[in-house]
């Protein structure tokens, strides 16, 4: 009969080392001997805290699978099968390599499981620090501070790359919950909820193809730039009230939607100006084409509406008792 373990863990010096090294059993009893990585007695107590409790919690071998691979390695795993198309759009994944360049630089070198939601926020107040650098002939100009919103971008890159990691059990939590970010964030995507007399304020100074859009999405619910520019005119069943939607973000927007009166009244207006071409939204600068975007037309119709700027692609309607 084997003897009863006095301590769960210990630490001790090794020949031939600086390094304090651990010795601990998992939890099928088995005995683990590894180094802690730090001449420090109290730091190497605390790295067999971690892994006892790691232990405790049955997280023992994400923890150890994390910290053999180091967050670069990740990161080009995760932009090669997570981020590449058709997994997330080509504007999705040029986002992720922008934000990537950022945080290997950073992070690239540390084990995965190093990182820690301190290191995180060390890293977002440094970044919000520095300026906008674009190369010359003459060298490397410096322009105005990051704005917020584009560092807040790279938290986010961070937070979904972590994500996958925690739900491949190569890290036990994400260290990005606990990150809060240092300053208030302009222009990041949040829904409007537009009131009915807001709705028909923007209407009565928009142009007719742009009063069929709006009325289209509040009614639908469509994406303007995945699903309603490029659409063409045989994906509308007027006669059933029904538009086919053959490709979406989502494999549940693959389907036919239903189609409201004001929605069917604003697709046979757009049909009826849309001309002989196939698409329900033509582009003026490419006759075999359709639209790409409406950005200018719609600030400047919400500029002589008088109504603050949101982006169109956050408009959602909110049924009130003024709509009739």
């Not at 010096?13 to 001449?39: C, H, I, L, N, V």
């Not at 405790?56 to 923890?63: A, G, K």
């Not at 619910?221 to 086919?244: C, F, H, S």
């Amino acid at each position: 009969m084997a003897r009863p373990s006095k301590h769960d863990g210990v630490v001790y010096r090794r020949d031939g080392t600086q390094f304090w090294w651990m010795r601990y059993r998992d939890r099928s009893g088995k005995r683990r001997q590894e180094p802690t990585g730090t001449a420090d007695w109290d730091e190497a107590q605390k790295r067999l805290r971690e892994r006892l409790q790691a232990r405790d919690e049955d997280i023992l071998e994400i923890v150890r699978k994390g910290e053999h691979l180091t967050f670069a390695e990740w990161a080009e795993f995760f932009l090669e099968n997570y981020s590449k198309p058709p997994m997330r759009m080509p504007k999705t994944h040029a986002a992720n390599m922008r934000a990537m360049k950022h945080l290997k630089a950073a992070f690239g070198s540390r084990n995965l499981a190093s990182v820690s939601a301190d290191d995180v926020e060390i890293y977002l107040r440094r970044r919000l620090q520095q300026r906008v650098k674009w190369k010359t002939g003459s060298g490397v100009i410096e322009g105005d501070p990051l704005k917020p919103a584009t560092v807040h971008q790279e938290l986010r890159v961070l937070r979904r790359v972590l994500s996958v990691a925690v739900r491949k059990k190569l890290l036990a939590s994400n260290p990005c919950s606990g990150v809060e970010f240092p300053v208030k964030v302009k222009g990041l995507f949040r829904p409007h909820y537009m009131s009915w007399s807001e709705q028909q304020r923007i209407e009565s100074h928009a142009p007719q193809y742009l009063r069929n859009v709006i009325r289209i999405i509040t009614e639908t619910g469509l994406r303007i730039y995945k699903e309603l520019t490029p659409m063409k005119i045989d994906q509308l069943d007027l006669a059933n009230a029904v538009v086919w939607i053959p490709d979406s973000k989502t494999p549940s927007g693959i389907a036919e939607a239903p189609l409201t009166d004001l929605a069917l009244a604003a697709f046979r207006d757009q049909m009826s100006i849309a001309g002989p071409g196939t698409y329900l939204f033509p582009s003026d600068e490419n006759p075999s084409g359709h639209q790409i975007t409406f950005k200018t037309t719609w600030a400047a119709t919400l500029r002589r509406a008088k109504v603050p700027h949101f982006r169109i692609g956050s408009m959602y309607f909110t049924q009130t008792t003024e709509k009739p």
